[in-house]
């Protein structure tokens, strides 16, 4: 499920230095704007990032250390998240801890190289839509979201994961074709 890194430790560590970048971007007004995740704030979106991320480590029996709090200090929280979800990747007796996950036996690796990375990419652009930050996702990482969300089919839609298609003219362009089949509007 790799873009063009070789393991699931180097594509996290490439899509979290973009995620990182845009979390460190976003204005210190703009925390509390409404994202495109119906009912979230940017703040809320980095908070998902987190805790989403601190939860599937413990399938395996590990702890990401507890970040600062995001209602404080979002930035600093997402690095300490992101810092330690790259020590576990960055392990290869951690990263192959297997356990049975919604489409069967996997290991954390694997999750954390399709799932989780494709939530980085995706709520960096939710997090960019929220705060006027540059929403362009780079080619090969929305060439690869699109194949992991056509890969995902309708389980896509699972409740909390991602809305109905939105509908979009025939010549809109990749971006805007791919965020309308995960339900926003470019």
Not at 31 to 36: F, K, L
Request: proline residues 6%; aromatic residues 8%.
């Amino acid at each position: 499920m790799t873009s063009t890194t070789e393991t699931p430790a180097a594509h996290y560590r490439d899509l979290a230095a973009k995620f990182t970048k845009r979390v460190e971007s976003v204005p210190a007004a703009r925390w509390d704007d409404a994202s495109p995740c119906d009912g979230w704030t940017a703040r809320d979106v980095v908070r998902h990032v987190i805790d989403t991320q601190r939860y599937i480590v413990t399938v395996v029996d590990l702890e990401l250390p507890e970040p600062p709090s995001v209602d404080d200090d979002p930035v600093a929280a997402w690095a300490a998240t992101r810092d330690g979800m790259q020590e576990i990747l960055n392990d290869p007796a951690l990263v192959s801890r297997e356990y049975d996950g919604h489409f069967g036996r996997t290991d954390l690796g694997k999750t954390i190289d399709s799932f989780y990375c494709f939530d980085l990419v995706v709520h960096g652009w939710d997090l960019a839509r929220a705060t006027g930050l540059d929403e362009t996702i780079p080619a090969g990482d929305l060439t690869w979201v699109g194949g992991v969300a056509e890969q995902m089919g309708e389980s896509i839609r699972t409740a909390g994961v991602c809305g109905p298609a939105v509908d979009v003219p025939a010549d809109a362009d990749e971006q805007t074709r791919v965020l309308a089949f995960l339900g926003r509007k470019a």
